[in-house]
């Protein structure tokens, strides 16, 4: 086989490019997935300090114990809402995130796959002659590695599918626990009072 190591040495210098491109994508997904978890909580949390500011205020020029009790019994279904709705918009950035990280994952084995493949078609190019169960070799061990890498993603695929399907079963869960919860509390206060 006559290879020239340059071509060995654009082949690698486009591998390395392609690999540096693909990890800024994943740097700027996590970045936006970690900016928008970090507005949602902010978000929530200014939210929630209003809510309660608003509420101790209430407490406070509350005439009687009964009106304070209104006022909590007030709250309780409201903040389980609220709690619930976060839990779903966390679950739609994990989603989204993962939604991206795979695109990027699959676009950079797609593209190491075609340099692979051209690599070794230009070096087969050259292959002197009695060499063609060496050639059939090398190309049904591509063509191998090329399926077990397909398996392997798609079982990843599938992993991260059954891994989003938990956190919603999660948050579901969650948010139906959380309703209970609520219902229970209000029914009990007001059988208290």
């Not at 060995?8 to 997904?29: G, I, M, R």
């Not at 090398?138 to 599938?158: D, E, H, P, V, W």
């Amino acid at each position: 086989m006559n290879f020239a190591p340059e071509k060995f040495a654009a082949a690698n210098t486009a591998s390395l490019a392609a690999s540096l491109k693909s990890f800024a994508a994943v740097a700027d997904c996590l970045a936006a997935a970690t900016q928008n978890l970090s507005t949602l909580n902010l978000v929530t949390l200014r939210a929630w300090y209003d809510d309660s500011v608003a509420h101790v205020g209430a407490l406070a020029a509350a005439k009687s114990p009964k009106a304070a009790l209104a006022l909590q019994l007030g709250v309780v279904t409201p903040g389980a809402e609220k709690a619930i709705a976060y839990l779903r918009k966390f679950e739609g950035i994990a989603r989204q995130t993962q939604a991206e990280l795979v695109r990027i994952h699959e676009a950079e084995a797609l593209a190491v796959s075609r340099n692979v493949e051209a690599l070794v078609d230009g070096m087969l190019k050259d292959a002197p002659a009695g060499s063609d169960l060496a050639v059939v070799a090398l190309k049904t061990s591509l063509s191998n590695a090329k399926s077990a890498y397909a398996n392997a993603n798609q079982i990843a695929r599938q992993l991260g599918e059954a891994a989003q399907a938990s956190l919603g079963s999660v948050t579901s869960a969650a948010a139906h626990t959380m309703t209970k919860t609520a219902s229970a509390a209000v029914v009990g206060m007001g059988s208290a009072a």
